[in-house]
């Protein structure tokens, strides 16, 4: 059984690119959370998505962050125009229900640079 | 606004030490609490987890974790500490009703052999 894979695991762009995070759950699960990490911190909520829907997005920055999880096919993270400060490494992690009930398993990250 | 509190961020031990890592949550009501690990290059893993119950949780490795809420404290422990144990580790809490875990800064543990 496949745990929750992300791709890329590093990723690096150059300021004003646009970075593409995907995540795919492990089979089963529609419940899909996404984190960041920046150095010296720890994990803060971005979004909560689950299948065709955004749950909460109240830890997502409102300009240029973005994401979704179609009928089929991985989560997206997708950044616009991207500048320093969102050099970090991003997780997503999946539950077969709401977390706190449901145990989330975690994927390996993407780790952004931009340059 | 709920938080979590990882007062020690790097901690060093020589094999054989006793480990003890604080957490501290802000939250009064009902709260579900849980440690992870991060071993280096892979993902976050579940240690243990309190929901309710026994305070004194164990988890896989040897690691266990104790609820004491008159502290609002969930402290990770372990008797004797192997090289193999070196990891970030993280505490989180999730308050009732809440579906969005807080997750406190991380501690950084290094074992010497």
């Known amino acids: 059984n496949a745990g929750v894979m992300q791709n890329p695991r590093h990723l690096v762009r150059r300021r004003g690119q646009e970075a593409r995070l995907r995540c795919s759950p492990m089979?089963?699960?529609?419940?899909v959370y996404w984190y960041r990490q920046l150095p010296e911190e720890g994990l803060k909520f971005m979004v909560y998505?689950?299948?065709?829907?955004?749950?909460?997005e109240s830890g997502m920055p409102k300009e240029r962050f973005s994401a979704e999880f179609p009928k089929e096919g991985p989560s997206i993270l997708r950044i616009q125009q991207v500048v320093r400060g969102d050099s970090a490494a991003y997780f997503c992690?999946?539950?077969?229900?709401?977390?706190?009930?449901?145990?989330?398993?975690f994927g390996p990250g993407t780790r952004l640079t931009v340059t | 606004a709920q938080s979590v509190s990882q007062h020690n961020h790097h901690v060093i031990l020589s094999e054989a030490a006793s480990l003890e890592l604080g957490c501290n949550y802000s939250?009064?009501?009902?709260?579900?609490l849980f440690w992870y690990v991060q071993y280096p290059g892979q993902h976050l893993q579940l240690l243990l987890k309190?929901?309710?119950?026994?305070?004194l949780v164990k988890g896989i490795k040897g690691f266990e974790a104790e609820f004491i809420k008159s502290k609002f404290s969930f402290n990770l422990r372990k008797p004797s500490v192997q090289w193999s144990d070196t990891a970030e580790y993280f505490c989180?809490?999730?308050?009732?009703?809440?579906?969005?875990?807080?997750f406190g800064r991380g501690t950084s543990l290094i074992v010497h052999p």
């Open positions: 992690a999946s539950s077969p229900g709401l977390a706190g009930v449901n145990e989330q398993y």
């Open positions: 089979k089963g699960h529609s419940h």
């Open positions: 998505l689950q299948k065709e829907n955004i749950i909460d």
């Open positions: 939250y009064g009501g009902t709260v579900n």
């Open positions: 309190y929901f309710s119950g026994d305070p």
């Open positions: 989180a809490a999730l308050s009732g009703g809440s579906y969005i875990p807080t």
